[in-house]
C-alpha cells in the first residue's frame, strides 16, 4: 500500500509541476508576449550586427541539431530566411517551420522547392547536397504518431481509478512501455516517404486500493497485468501515415487476487495478432485515424475471435510557447473506440481531455496530464467481456 501511495504522491508533484510552469506564465505574460522566441539560443543583442552569412550558420546549426536525420537546407538574407529539403512529412516540415520562426532575429520564413532565390545562386550546389539514405536510431519523433486516447498505447503512465465495477472502485493504474525505432529509410517508394521499422513493449498492470472481505496483506491486491511485445513498421508522407504491425499480447492474474479468490476460474487470455492503421492529419489540430485488425492466434482456454476495428480522433488546441521553460504546451482532446468481434462487436470507448508538454513544436516526447473517462468493456485480462465504466486521473510521458 505504502508504494501506491508513493506512486499516487509523485503523480500529484508532477501535477503540480505542471501548474507552477502555468502560474509562472501567467505573471510574465506582458513579457512573453513582446519576446515569445527562442531566447535560450543567444544573449540579448548578440546577432544585432551580425552578417547574414554568420546568422545563417547560426540557423543552420540550430536545424541540424534537432532535425539532423532530414539535411534540411537554411538560406539567409536580411534576416529571411528559405528552408529547402524540407522532409514529406508534414507534420515534422511544420515543426522545423515553427522552430525557426522561434529563433531570435527571424522576420520571415520562406520554403523552397529546392531552388533557391535567383540572387541566392552560389548556393544551388549546396542546396542539392547528397541526401542521407536512411538513419540508424532515429530518436527526434515516430512516423506514425501515438494514439492518445488508445488505453493500451505504449507509454510511461501513472493513474487512479475510480468507479470501475469489474477492478474496483478506487484503483491505481500502472504501465511501463517504450518504442525503438531501429532504422528509418528516408525518401522511399514513388511517393518519396519515410519508413521506419522498429520494435515495441509494455506492461499494464492495474491494483485494487480498497479491497473487501479476504485479505491478505492490508487494502491493496495486484488484480492483473498484462505483457505486451510489437514489431511495427510505419511510413509517412505528407499529412498520411501508415503503421502495420504484428504483436503478441498475454494477461496474468495478480498473486494477492489469486489468494483473496481461492478456487477462481483462472483463464490464459493470450494472443498473437496483427492490424494496419492509417492517420491522415487535417490540420495544425485535427487527427482521424482507423484500423482493422485479425487476431491469427489465441489459447484455447480464452478464445478470441478473430476480427476487430479500432478508430478515433484527435484536437489539438490553444498552444503555448513557454519561453522560461523552453517548452511548448497544448490542450488536446481525444477519444477512442473499439469493436471487436469477441465483444460481439460492441462499442468499447476512450475519451481523454488534457494539456501535454513538449520540447519541440508538435513532435517528440511529451509528457501529459489528463482526465479519462471508458465506457463498455474491461481492458484487463480476462475481464474483457464484461462491461465497465469509470474515471481516472493520469499523468503520461513519452512519445
Not at 521506419?196 to 485494487?208: L, R
Not at 485515424?289 to 476487430?308: A, C, E, L, Q, T
Not at 465506457?375 to 486521473?393: L, M, P
Amino acid at each position: 500500500m505504502s508504494r501506491i501511495k508513493v506512486g499516487l504522491a509523485l503523480f500529484m508533484v508532477s501535477s503540480l509541476v505542471g501548474s507552477a510552469f502555468l502560474a509562472s506564465e501567467v505573471q510574465d505574460e506582458a513579457e512573453i508576449a513582446w519576446n515569445n522566441r527562442r531566447a535560450e539560443a543567444l544573449p540579448n543583442g548578440s546577432m544585432e550586427e551580425a552578417p547574414d552569412a554568420y546568422f545563417e550558420g547560426y540557423v543552420q546549426a540550430l536545424v541540424d541539431m534537432h532535425y539532423y536525420e532530414y539535411k534540411v537546407v537554411v538560406t539567409v538574407k536580411d534576416r529571411k530566411v528559405w528552408l529547402a529539403n524540407l522532409p514529406k512529412n508534414q507534420l515534422i516540415a511544420q515543426s522545423i517551420i515553427t522552430f525557426v520562426k522561434d529563433v531570435p532575429g527571424v522576420k520571415e520564413v520562406h520554403v523552397m522547392n529546392g531552388v533557391p532565390p535567383k540572387e541566392l545562386k552560389d548556393r544551388e550546389d549546396y542546396v542539392y547536397r547528397p541526401e542521407v539514405g536512411g538513419v540508424w536510431f532515429p530518436q527526434t519523433t515516430e512516423l506514425f504518431q501515438p494514439l492518445i486516447a488508445n488505453p493500451r498505447q505504449v507509454t510511461y503512465s501513472l493513474g487512479y481509478r475510480f468507479g470501475d465495477k469489474v477492478i474496483g472502485d478506487h484503483v491505481a493504474a500502472v504501465s511501463l512501455g517504450d518504442d525503438f525505432p531501429i532504422y528509418r529509410w528516408l525518401e522511399v517508394f514513388c511517393w518519396e516517404g519515410d519508413l521506419q521499422i522498429g520494435i515495441e513493449a509494455g506492461v499494464w498492470s492495474v491494483f485494487n486500493l480498497d479491497v473487501k472481505g479476504m485479505n491478505i496483506a492490508g487494502g491493496t491486491e495486484l488484480v492483473n497485468t498484462d505483457y505486451y511485445v510489437g514489431i511495427p513498421l510505419t511510413y509517412a508522407i505528407n499529412r498520411w501515415s501508415f503503421r502495420w504491425r504484428v504483436y503478441h499480447i498475454s494477461s496474468h492474474l495478480g498473486d494477492e487476487f489469486l489468494v483473496n479468490h481461492p478456487g477462481y476460474d483462472r483463464r490464459n487470455p493470450s494472443m498473437e495478432s496483427m492490424d494496419f492503421f492509417t492517420s491522415y492529419q487535417i490540420n495544425d489540430h485535427v487527427r482521424v485515424y482507423i484500423g482493422p485488425g485479425w487476431v491469427m492466434h489465441s489459447d484455447r482456454s480464452f478464445s478470441y475471435k478473430h476480427y476487430y476495428i479500432e478508430y478515433g480522433a484527435e484536437f489539438r488546441f490553444f498552444g503555448t510557447r513557454f519561453r522560461k521553460q523552453k517548452l511548448h504546451g497544448a490542450f488536446f482532446l481525444a477519444g477512442h473506440v473499439e469493436n471487436w468481434q469477441f465483444q460481439n462487436m460492441d462499442f468499447n470507448g476512450t475519451y481523454v481531455l488534457g494539456y501535454e508538454f513538449s520540447k519541440l513544436q508538435g513532435v517528440g516526447r511529451k509528457m501529459r496530464l489528463f482526465v479519462e473517462y471508458h465506457h463498455g468493456f474491461s481492458d484487463e485480462g480476462q475481464f474483457q467481456k464484461r462491461r465497465t465504466s469509470f474515471g481516472a486521473v493520469k499523468g503520461s510521458w513519452g512519445f
